[in-house]
């Protein structure tokens, strides 16, 4: 069975579109990539989006493997200007509430859910460990899906999951929810 370690890119810049990361988000992914380093990575596997890029360009570095990118790690529905950043919370929180709620741009939960276990099953015919760099969304659909909303957290449901947090996953099996242990 592969081991999947998912992490949820480092912070990023407060800004519309598809921001990068922030001097902090460097350091968390610096940190995330040394700890990283010492698990044996098989692969880097990222979401397109610059943030998640960016903090597995330093993952891949520190196990000396390229980047792989899948648009099925994308977010469930990302900010731009499209939109006012109310509407796209007041889109954000339906989702949550819902998960079969449709926003403008993006998908349901229960949509990203699945293509991010879709994923993991196509991974799951690779030698791992495998490191999976997405968005805090989609991996709370991803758990939303596989153990359901009662596992989970009211913070990891309505906060998210904490910049560069690793969940650790037993092909789809959860061994460990957004842990940070390896940042402090």
Not at 61 to 79: G, I, K
Not at 86 to 97: G, I, R, S
Not at 140 to 155: H, K, P
Request: hydrophobic share 40%.
């Amino acid at each position: 069975m592969t081991v999947f370690y998912v992490v949820q890119h480092a912070e990023k810049e407060r800004q519309l579109g598809d921001p990068g990361l922030t001097a902090l988000g460097t350091q968390q992914a610096v940190r995330t990539a040394d700890w990283l380093r010492d698990v044996g990575l098989k692969a880097v596997v990222s979401s397109p989006m610059r943030r998640t890029r960016e903090t597995a360009e330093f993952i891949a570095a520190a196990a000396e493997l390229p980047v792989r990118e899948d648009a099925r790690l994308r977010e469930r529905m990302n900010w731009d200007d499209d939109q006012s950043l109310e509407d796209f919370l007041t889109e954000w929180d339906a989702t949550v509430q819902d998960r079969d709620f449709i926003p403008r741009s993006g998908d349901s939960s229960h949509q990203a859910g699945a293509r991010f276990l879709s994923c993991l099953r196509d991974l799951t015919r690779e030698p791992g460990p495998i490191a999976v760099v997405t968005h805090g969304g989609v991996t709370v659909d991803l758990l939303r899906t596989l153990i359901g909303d009662d596992a989970l957290t009211a913070s990891l449901l309505n906060e998210g999951v904490p910049a560069c947090a690793i969940t650790t996953l037993y092909g789809t099996s959860v061994v460990d929810i957004a842990s940070h242990a390896h940042l402090g």
